[in-house]
């Protein structure tokens, strides 16, 4: 059923930004640029004024299966008063974008906030256009054209947790193509490490500047996004921090040494690597090489799959009974080693559409950046410390 969308609405957003009237570059899945991500910024986070008076509060997150877990989405309020828009809160994305009542038909199968219904929203005069790759890297044959949003900046209220947040920059969507109607939430919250938007606007406030995930598999329901704290009662055991590089100016990433598969490295996957730590997107994106690696030490009939480039996958009768634990490695605040591990039954991800035979495996060649997701946050308590520049795991026993 479900593919290309699998590496889906968040790191993709950074692939190809381009504002109107500007010169028409080619969009290509080949040139992320990190800093694109960031453009344009809310307010940040001003660490000297955390006063820590506000209770941590738990936002319900539903999941977007399509058979496999894709995204977890819940509610952020916008407007006076409050309208309930659903959104994904997307580690890998730093903006407040969502559905409005200016877009019209193409947004028609998503709840859409009504502009004319907030005595507070304030119309920008910016517009962009973003285009989304749909997986890209081993061949950069790309349909972006397929995957994309106008977007008009503005400013208003936005609520959570029972607080009420004056003046946040918001993106109100204008028009997308058809592939995003099937999306049962009607945009993205960006959780930078940078604490931009409602997040940072908390953290003024006295807010622990923290939040974390729980991310759950459909069957378990129950997913939540803690804000402020952490939710002990979620997990067993110590949580595992690891420091973010000086360098990761607001993106959620750790160098990683080394990845095994069922226990086994060999050179290719023992060179250091960047591992962004992507709430928004489902699979697993690393480099062709160490992507091909992987897939040789699981099975020989792991192939490209030349409909869509940078997907993988295999007859899905050959998939029961395949072996592959695919650890990445870590080093923790004390400096001890540790890995966070992917099971085997994440492997597939679904028949293709256009060969439901065949079905695709859990990692997508993206010859720019390594990035991991829900198929491994799945598995692991999250904590994202944005005060402290860190972040922290623990199994949760799914
Ligand atoms: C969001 O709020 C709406 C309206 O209150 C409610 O029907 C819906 O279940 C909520 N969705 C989530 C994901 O919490
Ligand atoms: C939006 O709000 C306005 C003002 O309350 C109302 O007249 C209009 O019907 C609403 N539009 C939709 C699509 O709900
Ligand atoms: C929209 O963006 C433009 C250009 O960056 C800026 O001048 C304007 O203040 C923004 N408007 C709002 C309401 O944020
Ligand atoms: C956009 O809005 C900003 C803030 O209101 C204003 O300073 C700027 O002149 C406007 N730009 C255009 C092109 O209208
Ligand atoms: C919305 O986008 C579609 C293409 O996806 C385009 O055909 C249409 O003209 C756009 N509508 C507006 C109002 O810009
Ligand atoms: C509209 O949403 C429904 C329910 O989420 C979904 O089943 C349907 O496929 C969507 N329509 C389109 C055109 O994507
Ligand atoms: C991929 O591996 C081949 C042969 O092992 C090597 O020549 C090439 O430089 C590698 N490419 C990258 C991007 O590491
Ligand atoms: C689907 O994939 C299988 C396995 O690669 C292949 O044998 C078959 O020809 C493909 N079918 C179509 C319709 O492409």
Wanted: glycine content about 10%; aromatic content about 10%; charged content about 15%.
């Amino acid at each position: 059923m479900w593919s290309a969308l699998l590496v889906s609405f968040t790191l993709l957003a950074a692939a190809a930004v381009r504002v109107e009237g500007a010169p028409e570059a080619a969009p290509s899945a080949n040139t992320i640029t990190l800093a694109s991500r960031k453009v344009p910024r809310g307010s940040s986070y001003v660490p000297g004024l955390r006063k820590r008076a506000l209770r941590p509060f738990n936002v319900p997150l539903i999941d977007f299966f399509l058979g496999t877990d894709l995204q977890w989405y819940g509610n952020i309020s916008i407007g006076t008063p409050p309208q309930a828009i659903p959104v994904v809160f997307d580690t890998g994305s730093s903006t407040l974008e969502f559905v409005s009542t200016q877009c019209g038909a193409p947004c028609g199968n998503q709840t859409a906030f009504n502009v004319s219904a907030s005595s507070t929203y304030v119309a920008g005069n910016s517009t962009v256009t973003l285009q989304f790759a749909t997986g890209g890297g081993v061949d950069p044959v790309l349909f972006p054209e397929e995957y994309q949003l106008t977007l008009l900046n503005g400013t208003d209220t936005v609520t959570i947790g029972g607080h009420s947040l004056p003046g946040q920059q918001i993106f109100t969507i204008l028009n997308q193509t058809e592939k995003f109607l099937l999306d049962p939430y009607s945009g993205i919250q960006g959780m930078s490490a940078t604490g931009e938007g409602f997040f940072g606007a908390l953290a003024e406030r006295g807010l622990p500047s923290l939040f974390s995930f729980l991310i759950t598999p459909k069957a378990a329901g129950n997913a939540e996004l803690t804000i402020g704290g952490i939710d002990k009662s979620k997990f067993k055991g110590e949580l595992t921090y690891a420091k973010l590089p000086n360098d990761a100016d607001g993106t959620w990433e750790l160098p990683s040494p080394k990845v095994t598969v069922n226990g086994k490295t060999n050179p290719i996957l023992a060179q250091e690597r960047v591992v962004i730590l992507d709430t928004g997107t489902s699979n697993v994106l690393f480099d062709t090489n160490t992507t091909e690696t992987i897939y040789s030490m699981i099975s020989p009939n792991i192939k490209p799959f030349a409909a869509e480039p940078g997907a993988y996958g295999i007859p899905c009768s050959e998939l029961p009974g395949l072996d592959a634990t695919i650890s990445i490695s870590f080093t923790s605040i004390e400096g001890k080693p540790f890995e966070l591990t992917i099971p085997s039954s994440e492997l597939n991800v679904g028949p293709f559409a256009s060969n439901t035979s065949v079905c695709q495996t859990l990692i997508n060649a993206f010859d720019t950046v390594a990035l991991v997701g829900g198929s491994l946050f799945k598995h692991y308590y999250s904590v994202f410390d944005v005060g402290n520049q860190q972040v922290g795991f623990a199994p949760n026993g799914f």
